[in-house]
């Protein structure tokens, strides 16, 4: 998915993004690209601006949120395995999976708000994913800027797989298939 | 803007007939919006699947969903004007406009289960199909009721095309002559 300079306008940017958008982006840039680029720029205001409107105004397919957060929350010190394993459930639609973490009795309060504020579309709690990090508040944006990126890039405009692992027995289902036919 | 391949079919379980005709036809896989109308089209009753699946599951952006659905309500029988004002409003977050609604009286008790779907409360023991809750709404067969959403899901994804939607401002305001030409004394401030 492109960015354009317009979708700024149109999202109530800022001028002085908009002038450096156009500077580096004259024909636009693709999603994930400018992710990363923010996320190297040091600007948290920007890129946590560019994150939250991306996950509050429901921009990028929530299916990939999760995910995102499994990356972010890869070196965090304490977080229990069964959590990522409920985040991972991907029979369960993503809302809920946040839903049943968010409520769930036991998980560090820190996360729980993490997992709340995406579950009601209020974005990134930076605050409770840098104290889950143990990292400041602009470091836990960056992080999950930078994982968001990484799994739009692995969806790769298809839409993404379900719960089972679509190269099981793959060769050996078509090879059926094509008996059957 | 998104591909569908045999994979994903897979994946979600798609039933062995779909999967064969899938193949046969679109050996490479094909675009979400050609699939959902050529499906409307030649093979009616699958569509319910795909469109539940690709809602449900949060594959598409939920301002996607959104659009399409207040296209598809604001042919409904009984939906009043204010509902359909809300649910376009694209200076409120569409979670925000579904999660109003739902807490307001003026709605059916059909539109509130839809809506109550669409934000996943009922979670994933519900599984009937959107349709279920759409097809009394709007008046029409449940296959109708569903064609119509996964049709207004296809004029939806096609205006997205390759570009993330533009927000309430519009994307063509002023734009050409101003773009690019910022005054100096503009305010830098942030987002």
Redesign the interface.
């Known amino acids: 998915m492109k960015v354009i300079i317009e979708f700024l306008r149109s999202w109530g940017a800022c001028p002085a993004a908009r002038r450096e958008f156009l500077e580096r982006y004259p024909d636009g840039v693709e999603l994930a690209d400018l992710l990363v680029a923010l996320a190297n720029s040091g600007n948290e205001a920007w890129t946590s601006w560019f994150l939250g409107l991306l996950l509050v105004e429901g921009l990028v397919p929530f299916v990939i949120v999760p995910d995102a957060l499994i990356k972010a929350l890869e070196d965090a010190p304490n977080v229990p395995p069964d959590v990522i394993a409920t985040l991972r459930l991907s029979g369960y639609s993503p809302v809920e999976r946040l839903r049943v973490l968010a409520e769930r009795d036991g998980v560090d309060p820190n996360l729980q708000s993490v997992f709340r504020d995406l579950w009601c579309g209020r974005g990134l709690n930076a605050y409770g994913l840098s104290e889950v990090l143990g990292v400041w508040e602009s470091t836990a944006t960056e992080r999950f800027a930078r994982a968001l990126a990484e799994e739009l890039l692995r969806l790769g405009g298809e839409l993404p797989f379900g719960p089972s692992d679509p190269d099981d027995d793959y060769e050996e289902d078509e090879e059926d298939e094509d008996d059957e036919e | 803007?998104?591909?569908?391949?045999i994979?994903?079919l897979?994946?979600?379980?798609a039933c062995?007939d779909p999967?064969?005709v899938f193949?046969a036809r679109y050996p490479d896989?094909v675009e979400?919006a050609d699939l959902l109308s050529d499906v409307c089209v030649d093979y009616p009753g699958e569509t319910m699947w795909l469109v539940d699946?690709?809602i449900?599951?949060?594959?598409?952006?939920?301002?996607v969903?959104?659009a399409a659905l207040t296209r598809v309500l604001a042919g409904g029988l009984d939906v009043p004007g204010s509902v359909i004002d809300r649910l376009a409003n694209r200076g409120v977050?569409?979670?925000?406009r579904l999660?109003r609604l739902r807490n307001n009286t003026e709605g059916s008790a059909l539109l509130l289960a839809l809506l109550d779907d669409l934000?996943?409360v009922g979670?994933?023991a519900e599984v009937n199909s959107l349709a279920f809750n759409l097809r009394p709404i709007l008046g029409l067969p449940l296959y109708e009721a569903n064609t119509k959403l996964a049709l207004a899901l296809v004029v939806e994804l096609r205006l997205l095309e390759?570009?993330?939607?533009?927000?309430?401002?519009?994307?063509?305001?002023s734009?050409g002559e101003n773009?690019?030409e910022?005054d100096e004394d503009?305010?830098?401030?942030?987002?």
């Open positions: 803007m998104f591909k569908v391949t994979e994903f897979r994946s979600w379980y062995d999967r064969r193949l896989g979400l699946t690709i449900r599951h949060g594959l598409l952006p939920l301002q969903v959104v977050p569409p979670q925000v999660r934000l996943d979670g994933v390759d570009e993330l939607p533009s927000g309430p401002g519009g994307r063509d305001d734009y773009e690019g910022y503009e305010e830098e401030e942030l987002p």
